[in-house]
């Protein structure tokens, strides 16, 4: 079974410019988690969708974060400008669906290194 | 909100000798997770071990083994007979085991511990 797969491995851009990365999750599973960790400091939550719906966003820095999940399978993170302080990795995790289950557990990917000059 | 606190940046270790790794948290919580995390160099965090609140047997993995103070609200983890393959990251995390609540899926981490083995 593959796992969660990330793209691009890393990625460098310039202040001002987009740039998107795409999450994809264990397939059929449901749950599907955004996740950021800025050098140095702890791995914080941004968003979960389940299937295509966002379930929580409260992680979401500001509204140069846009996050997609069409379908309810691959996720993209567009960040549009970047900023400096954006600068970080970006993981991905999924899940499966957790009715009545209370011991799932989030799969992570490889992240995603972001630099931005 | 519920925190998780690493207080060793590093930590080394000789080889075949044994380490302990640090973890507080704080919850109001009387249900939930913790969870040790692996992320070694240049590859994917992976699950260690797994410790559900309301158990009171700390939990076993092979060389891992956890010691879960819930009291204390501490959580640390044990690593035997440390090999050449256990270098990395090492995140501690909580969880809240109030289903599907919104928030409450999402793994809260700390700081992250690195560990270094001495040949």
């Known amino acids: 079974e593959a796992g969660v797969t990330q793209f691009p491995s890393h990625s460098v851009i310039e202040k001002g410019q987009t740039v998107t990365l795409r999450c994809d999750p264990i397939?059929?599973?449901?749950?599907l988690y955004w996740y950021r960790r800025v050098m140095g400091k702890e791995i914080k939550f941004l968003l979960h969708f389940v299937k295509e719906s966002k379930q929580d966003e409260s992680g979401m820095p500001n509204n140069r974060f846009l996050a997609e999940r069409t379908g309810g399978t691959y996720s993209t993170l567009k960040v549009q400008p970047a900023e400096l302080e954006d600068s970080g990795v970006y993981f991905c995790?999924?899940?499966?669906?957790?009715?009545?289950?209370?011991?799932?557990?989030?799969?992570f990917g490889p992240g995603t290194r972001l630099l931005v000059l | 909100a519920q925190t998780v606190t690493q207080s060793q940046p590093e930590m080394s270790v000789q080889e075949a000798e044994t380490v302990t790794l640090s973890c507080t948290y704080d919850t109001s919580e009387s249900d939930y997770y913790l969870f040790w995390y692996k992320q070694p160099p240049s590859r994917q965090m992976i699950l260690v071990i797994r410790q559900e609140a309301y158990k009171q047997q700390n939990a076993t993995e092979n060389r891992f083994s956890v010691n879960f103070q819930k009291a204390a609200k501490s959580f640390s983890l044990k690593i035997s007979d440390s090999q050449l393959g256990d270098p990395a990251m090492y995140f501690c995390?909580?969880?809240?085991?109030?289903?599907?609540?919104?928030?409450?899926?999402?793994?809260?981490f700390g700081q992250g511990t690195r560990l270094t083995i001495n040949p």
């Open positions: 995790a999924s899940q499966p669906g957790l009715a009545g289950k209370r011991q799932e557990t989030q799969y």
């Open positions: 397939s059929g599973h449901d749950n």
């Open positions: 995390a909580y969880r809240s085991a109030r289903g599907v609540v919104q928030g409450a899926q999402k793994l809260v």
